[in-house]
């Protein structure tokens, strides 16, 4: 859908922002379209759902492309904090609006005070499932247009189908387990139509599971099957392999969570495999606790799912919940703003409109929160000294706002500097955003006891975060990758997440001493005493 939009306007004098919430698929859009003639896009690179221009300044590339025919730009949206009415931009297109991230609601309350300010800027909101009447109101009544694909039918079939097709008894309207899921699969494979099969999961952990049970299979012994994992933590490469095309005799099966749901367009799926849940961010203003949870989808998801097949020649959706679950299923999801800590916006807010009220700016988005919540929020900034007691930004929260990570973790990387021990406090920051440890309750005393190994007699899971992740680092410079399995393996880490986790630490370069020293002084630059 982008791609069809940027094609159209290849013959047009416009500049064009294009924001999408998935790293994937910016990076998608980008190579298909460069092939476009006359069309160029600035370099890029993408990191936490957003994107940013690399290589130049916001102004100067938009005025030396705007001589040329078009320029369609992926564009971070902070760098509306430079140019607030977003002058100089004929369009901006924000795609997968559905998905309601708490980004893209920030980004479509500042597009809105940008269109009271630049009467010749043009909006396109793009969703396949979104609620479009309120998104339309949202906008003063701004126009809807359809505009009608082509696909092949997808049949239904719900759980009490599926189990009477597989000669099974029905079950209960429970989530179905892991075992369910891949006899699902190993039934498609032996009855079902040629083509390619794509099975939603909630968590890494799921898919992992899967893989190993099919792997188990008698009947997946042959090679005949090509399994691929399908999730965020996965390089660029490694989630790229899902658009390979099979062997001859060969079907596909890819394993995947929500970020194929829309983000990410597998032309070759017949199959779709739907256990109805995925991993949801949720928080407790009472308890000020944050958990990340298994729940059920709502009937927009399950349309989205669904649409992943019938690209190609007709195509079968299986939904592992029953007909009557369904219909218990809420229309859409419930909006990220309404269901996760606020600090982060609250600072989001403070960088684009530092002389207002947290909780008169945040009223303006699509669904705001309440604003006990929202007051809450900046108590705790307050807390911690990012804000002041006139709400703010200090110098601590200067320096904060330029780190794409929760403001607690980002006072500890400051503090970490002015203490010099800045390579174990980002390895702990990089954990804490995503947990190394193969934790579940199958292996719970497996980790236990790799931690209480790692901690020694400081009993500190910071230390644990920091030994864990230089270990890894060790092993990897000094060994094979079979020794970095092995020590995954015995420390009950997760391989991918280690890897990535030391991505996030220092990108690609192993930290020398220029790098501690060279993050010391861009962290403490502004902070004062």
Known sequence: RTCSLVRCAQNQAICALLTDPSNINVTLIKQHCTSFPKIHFSSIRTKDGDSVIETRPFVDCCSEILNHSCCTIILKQRKLKSNPTLKGISHVVVDEVHERDINTDLLLALLRTSLNENPDLWVVLMSATGDNQRLAQYFGGCPIVKVPGFMHPVRDKYLEDVLKEMGRRCQNDATPDLDLVADVIEHIDRCGEPGAVLCFLPGWQDIKAVQEKLEEKPHFSSGSQMILPLHSSLSVADQQAVFQRPQVGQRKIVLATNIAET???IDDIVHVVDAGTHKEQ???PRTKVSCLDTVWISRSN???????????????SYHLFSRKQLESLPPFPIPEILRTPLESLVVQAKIHSPNSKAVDFLSQVLDSPEPE????AV????????LDKTERLTPLGDRVTCMSCDPRLGKILVLSSMFRCVLPMLSVAACLTRDPFHNSLQNRALVNKAKEALSGSSYSDYLVFSRAVLGWRKVRQEGTAVLVLEMCLAAVLIPEISKENNKNTFQEHEPGESSVWGTQTILLQGVGS
Request: with cysteine.
């Open 282 to 284: 949720n928080y407790d």
């Open 302 to 316: 399950v349309t989205q799912r669904k649409g992943r097949a019938g690209r190609c020649q007709p195509g079968q």
């Open 379 to 386: 108590r705790n900034l307050q807390d911690i000294g990012v």
């Open 373 to 376: 919540s929202v007051r809450d």
């Open 263 to 265: 983000s990410v367009t």
